[in-house]
């Protein structure tokens, strides 16, 4: 059985009227399926912990990457339920770096009549405070602070993604943000190799997935399937070196120039000067001095669409 989780406010309140053209479908083909709306913040997650207790096999997410984020925090065994993913957001991060298509009806039809899947890692974000899955990208610092403000400017994203530039959104808060910013000495530790002192870092990203920010092509090489978190560590930089650099991360041509540090590892521990925010997923809830980025042991089978 099919378990639906949608969130009717994704695209500015369009998740709602593309989940009743998909019902349609569903309703044709006699297919048997069951229905949760997030109705908050979080509220994802205590849906697939739900839905876990059912005899749902596949769960299918209707949403952003904020979405998708929530419901594999609800997974409890990650090799137990095949999930599958209709992105609706405005970043859609997930699923450019998965290379899903963008029209609702086709990934549906793909869902139904599966006949590709890929077995991917979930993110895992530890600080003193909780721990979090992720499914796209987590980080600490300037990056972070961007995906805080983005959420709160409900009005900007409203309005871009009506005219269906919802990406552009994160890219105008960075380009604000970044003339009051100030970078912070971080420590990082990869695996079990000597400790790296970075004395001005702007942010630092744990990528699962290629793509962060709407777009943004932070680490290239990032592969779900690889066992592998790759990371990005922006250091050094002036301003204005950022601002003619930021263009080029659309097409990943940013990580050739000096201030630019990746990295690939297990997993990697942050620790910073100061608090500074956390995200999972594009949503900042938490402020943190140290971070540690890691992978769930168990992958989960995922439907190619």
């Given amino acids: 059985m099919y378990a639906f989780i949608?969130?009717?406010?994704?695209?500015?309140?369009?998740?709602?009227?593309?989940?009743?053209?998909?019902?349609?479908?569903?309703?044709?083909?006699?297919?048997?399926?069951?229905?949760?709306?997030?109705?908050?913040?979080?509220?994802?997650?205590?849906?697939?912990?739900?839905?876990?207790?059912?005899?749902?096999?596949?769960?299918?997410?209707?949403?952003?990457d904020g979405t998708i984020g929530e419901v594999v925090n609800g997974i409890r065994d990650l090799a137990k339920l095949t999930l599958a993913y209709i992105p609706i957001g405005s970043g859609n991060d997930f699923a450019r770096s998965m290379k899903l298509t963008k029209d609702p009806t086709k990934a549906l039809l793909h869902?139904?009549?599966?006949?590709?899947?890929?077995?991917?890692?979930?993110?895992?974000?530890?600080?003193?405070?909780?721990e979090k899955r992720y499914a796209?990208?987590?980080?600490?610092?300037?990056?972070?602070?961007?995906?805080?403000?983005?959420?709160l400017s409900s009005k900007l994203k409203h309005f871009l993604n009506k005219c269906k530039l919802g990406k552009l959104s994160y890219t105008a808060i960075a380009l604000h943000l970044?003339?009051?910013?100030?970078?912070?000495s971080m420590r990082i530790t990869l695996d079990d190799q000597k400790p790296i002192t970075f004395p001005k870092v702007y942010f630092i990203a744990a990528m699962n997935q290629r793509y962060e920010g709407g777009g943004f092509e932070f680490c290239p090489k990032a592969d779900p399937k690889d066992d592998l978190l790759d990371i990005i560590v922006v250091s050094g930089l002036s301003k204005f070196k950022i601002l003619c650099l930021?263009?080029?991360?659309?097409?990943?041509?940013?990580?050739?120039?000096?201030?630019i540090y990746t990295y690939?590892?297990?997993?990697?521990?942050?620790?910073?000067?100061?608090?500074?925010?956390?995200?999972?997923?594009?949503?900042?809830?938490?402020?943190?001095?140290?971070a540690t980025f890691a992978l769930e042991p168990d992958r989960i089978r995922f439907i190619l669409s």
């Fill in 246 to 259: 930021l263009p080029t991360a659309y097409k990943g041509k940013h990580t050739k120039f000096k201030g």
């Fill in 136 to 151: 796209v990208s987590s980080g600490i610092g300037f990056d972070a602070d961007v995906c805080y403000h983005n959420n």
């Fill in 6 to 64: 949608v969130n009717p406010n994704s695209r500015s309140g369009l998740g709602f009227k593309i989940w009743e053209q998909l019902e349609l479908i569903l309703k044709e083909r006699h297919i048997d399926y069951q229905i949760y709306f997030t109705r908050r913040p979080g509220h994802g997650t205590k849906l697939a912990a739900q839905i876990c207790d059912t005899d749902a096999d596949t769960l299918v997410v209707l949403g952003g």
């Fill in 178 to 184: 970044l003339l009051t910013s100030n970078p912070k």
């Fill in 111 to 130: 869902i139904l009549n599966p006949t590709d899947y890929a077995y991917i890692n979930v993110g895992l974000l530890k600080t003193p405070q909780l």
């Fill in 264 to 290: 690939q590892c297990k997993s990697a521990k942050i620790e910073s000067v100061q608090v500074l925010p956390v995200h999972t997923d594009g949503e900042a809830n938490l402020r943190s001095d140290t």
